[in-house]
DNA sequence: ATGGTTGCTTAGCAA
């Protein structure tokens, strides 16, 4: 099965690219995040006509996150339900059979002397913690999304000009790996050790043409998944041409389940 | 050093 993620900065503003996407590519599942609408304005209509439901978590302007799929999810939560009141739509979760995936769109932070990177980093740790009160790591889940994060400096096409913002400072990284922790690798890194390899291009300063850009979109798994993992890319063609989103689709290969057939 | 772009909402914020 084919699983991808994707940060379509609006749904609305990206609406014939989605669905052009999900015709050329036939995706079993993917993931958005920065949909910037409420599940009213969610084109839930023309999406089924292409086959798939759609789980939203939606809000107004800002974030929103979704999961398109063939069968409808046996579960879905949206938020992380802790005890934090949080009106950002950042996270929604869906169990297909034993397989959990999350759609996660982290703060992005701003810079780092705002109170937003504060923010940023409160909720990945909060992040750690929903997954230690909720999950297992010997069950299958892949985290999927917009991470805002660079993992590493092979991440980062111009490290001098991004090394102490908010995608790459040490605090952040430290974080992201405090999530790792929990049980993930990078199914994309395990697959693409490659320099060069980014999902997200500033829509200024020519970075796309440039390739000065930065792999901050991932699809990590837990253990089980390793093995069933059989490649991994990042559609840098979607990122070409007319009105496309700054961020790139990210796709992993995983050997069907065995209630999938 | 600043400004460069896009989307939502309508001048300014967020990214």
């Not at 999350?102 to 992005?108: I, L, R």
Request: proline share 5%.
């Amino acid at each position: 099965m084919r699983i991808a993620t994707w940060n379509v900065n609006s749904v609305r503003a990206r609406h014939e690219r989605l669905l052009r996407w999900l015709q050329t590519h036939q995706p079993d599942l993917l993931c958005l995040q920065e949909l910037k609408c409420q599940e009213a304005q969610f084109p839930f209509e023309a999406l089924r006509e292409l086959g798939y439901e759609a789980a939203v978590h939606g809000q107004k302007t800002y974030n929103g996150v979704a999961i398109l799929s063939r069968q409808p999810a046996d579960e879905v939560w949206a938020g992380m339900m802790d005890d934090e009141d949080d009106p950002q739509a950042r996270l929604l979760t869906c169990r297909f059979g034993e397989l959990h995936v999350v759609s996660a769109y982290f703060p992005n932070g701003s810079s780092v002397d705002s109170p937003k990177f504060a923010y940023k980093l409160r909720w990945m740790q909060r992040l750690r913690r929903w997954l230690d009160l909720r999950f297992r790591p010997d069950q299958a889940i892949l985290l999927c999304g917009d991470f805002n994060v660079a993992p590493e400096d092979r991440d980062v096409a111009k490290v001098e000009n991004w090394a102490d913002t908010v995608l790459c400072v040490p605090a952040v990284r430290e974080a992201l790996a405090s999530i790792y922790d929990f049980g993930f690798t990078d199914l994309v890194r395990t697959h693409r050790p490659e320099e060069g390899l980014y999902s997200w291009w500033d829509y200024r300063q020519l970075a796309f043409p440039r390739n000065e850009g930065l792999r901050i979109d991932h699809i990590v798994g837990t253990a089980s998944l390793m093995p069933r993992c059989s490649g991994a890319w990042i559609d840098r063609d979607e990122r070409k041409g007319a009105s496309p989103s700054d961020h790139a689709p990210v796709v992993v290969e995983l050997d069907a389940f065995e209630a999938e057939g």
